[in-house]
């Protein structure tokens, strides 16, 4: 079928020719999508009125197949023919004629839909803190921090090896680190980690 945008531009040797300003497109921009460039930027009012025709006419297409249906394609399918409806998409129900008749935007349905939905969810956030009774809970003891001064066998130089372990701030030169040391537990980089086992 071939698109609507033809009734406006005609078929010549040296490519098309717009029919409203005799325009002539060069053969290699001949394709139907810069025709609707043409229109668009050249005659806005046609452009809009057959993009307004073209999504017009692709949501009734969709509403009349879903309208024309088979009750039979809504149940659920048989074991025998199973397999056939596994690619076949689900079944479209025609919502749009309800809202047509309702005179309801279905942006505003949707919006307040979704305030209703954080509403409720809101709620029950306070329900569910109010059953778990979280103010009772003592708040937990934060782990100390090593006390450099008071690590012993610090400068004994045996067995300090570096182990990976959880991101830390390096004790020598405040950086991140992933490395600490096994005998001292202290965050240290590569870099810190000789200088801080050696006595100054």
């Known amino acids: 079928m071939p ?3 033809w009734n406006y531009f005609a078929k010549t ?5 717009c029919l409203l300003c005799s325009d002539l497109r060069r053969r290699r921009d001949s394709s ?4 609707w460039v043409h229109l668009k930027l050249k005659h806005f009012d046609v452009y809009q009125a057959l993009r307004g025709q073209s ?3 692709t949501a009734r297409f969709g509403m009349d197949t879903a309208m024309t249906k088979p009750s039979s394609s809504l149940s659920t399918p048989s074991p025998d023919n ?3 409806n596994i690619s076949s998409n689900p079944p479209l129900l025609p919502f749009a004629p309800f809202f047509e008749q309702q005179a309801v935007p279905v942006n505003n349905v949707v919006l307040q839909s979704y305030i209703q ?3 409720v969810f809101n709620a029950s956030r306070q329900f569910s803190a109010i059953q778990n009774n979280q ?3 003592e708040p937990e003891e934060e782990e100390k921090k090593p006390d450099i001064k ?4 610090r400068y004994d130089l045996v067995s300090h090896w570096p182990e990976r372990s959880h991101q830390a701030c390096c004790v020598g030169c405040k950086n991140d680190t992933g490395i600490s040391c096994n005998k001292c537990n202290v965050g240290l980089c590569v870099d810190c980690f000789k200088t801080f086992h050696l006595p100054s």
């Open 82 to 84: 199973s397999k056939s």
């Open 55 to 57: 999504d017009r006419n």
């Open 117 to 119: 939905l954080i509403k």
């Open 3 to 5: 698109s609507v945008v």
């Open 32 to 35: 139907t999508k810069t025709m």
């Open 135 to 137: 103010t009772d809970h």
């Open 13 to 17: 040797e040296a490519g098309p020719k």
């Open 150 to 153: 008071n690590i012993q066998n």
